[in-house]
């Protein structure tokens, strides 16, 4: 299990094989954006897509709750009977992780080709410390060095050229972007967060991606892997795990992958509690990529 404020370093760093980007000898390239890409309104095919979509993990985490999978108690020790004595049984938080290598963004802009990649290598299962594709190639699929950035839609154009074809890409799998609301009225979206987080690392077994502002100055929300206030766009991660039930409190958590040591966060691999990645979403485009 991953500590909260320590960052795993990626697995065998960026090795130098004909399939990945040599380190540059310099700084990383950087570039203003020419203009923050536009989120544009889905077509009613992508609105279409995602209800489909969101009617697959809806029946998935209904089936897990009818066989009871999602009631998993803190409370393990049981009486036995009237007597003082007690029963001690399994107990475990419901949980789910995919094995994934962070990666660290090529460019200042490239967070989104970094997620990408991230995605990309998970399905396509390379060797730990190689990539399928290096950021450049991906970065061409979602227009990023066009626009200076990266919106969803043009994430998930990228998703769907760099996992086409891969082993761990389920069959009829579509890339679709969703808008994350608070479905049942309760006041917040952490709980539809983290149903959509769950049913992909584990039904589908596929990670997804989450855009957010990472710690800006007016929120009060940020992610652990950019400890420090940062003015920006909004930045992409690459969500692989889920822990425990949503409760409305900071139990419940969401497992990812960031790409920016260079650009005022962290590279590795973290943990922050749903509840603060539901409002950074809500802060920023209200979309993820899944």
């Known amino acids: 299990m991953f500590t909260r404020r320590v960052a795993l370093a990626a697995a065998g760093g960026l090795v130098l094989t004909a399939m990945l980007i040599a380190p540059a000898s310099a700084a990383k390239p950087t570039r203003p954006p020419i203009q923050p890409p536009i989120e544009r309104p889905l077509t009613p095919q992508e609105r279409a897509a995602a209800e489909r979509k969101l009617a697959a ?11 009871g999978a999602d009631l998993a108690s803190l409370s393990c020790v049981t009486p036995t009977g009237a007597t003082s004595q007690a029963e001690t049984q399994a107990c475990t938080v419901p949980q789910g992780y995919l094995s994934v290598e962070a990666r660290d ?5 490239y967070c989104g080709p970094a997620t990408g990649q991230v995605i990309s290598n998970y399905s396509w299962a390379v060797g ?22 990266t919106s969803a839609p043009m994430l998930q154009d990228g998703l769907e050229l760099g996992t086409q074809g891969s082993p761990r890409r389920p069959a ?4 679709v972007v969703l808008e994350v609301r608070d479905r049942d009225g309760d006041g917040h979206s952490g709980d539809e967060l983290q149903g959509y987080v769950r049913s992909n690392v584990s039904s589908a077994k596929m990670p997804l991606a989450i855009p957010v502002k990472p710690h800006d100055p007016n929120s009060n929300y940020y992610l652990i892997s950019w400890p420090r206030p940062v003015v920006s766009v909004g930045h992409w991660i690459a969500a692989y795990g889920w822990y425990a ?8 958590r969401i497992y990812y992958s960031d790409s920016s040591k260079d650009e005022g966060g962290s590279t590795g691999k973290f943990w922050d509690p749903t509840r603060d990645i539901a409002a950074l979403i809500s802060e920023h485009t209200r979309r993820i990529v899944w």
Not at 105 to 109: E, I, L, P, W
Not at 129 to 148: S, V, Y
Not at 247 to 252: D, E, H, I, R
């Open 57 to 67: 993990s809806d029946a998935y985490l209904a089936s897990i709750a009818t066989q």
């Open 105 to 109: 963004q090529t460019k200042a802009f």
């Open 128 to 149: 730990s410390g190689l990539n399928k594709h290096t950021q450049a190639k991906i970065a061409g699929w979602m227009q990023t060095d066009r626009f200076g950035g």
């Open 172 to 175: 009829g799998w579509d890339w």
């Open 245 to 252: 039930n949503y409760t409305g409190t900071t139990f419940a």
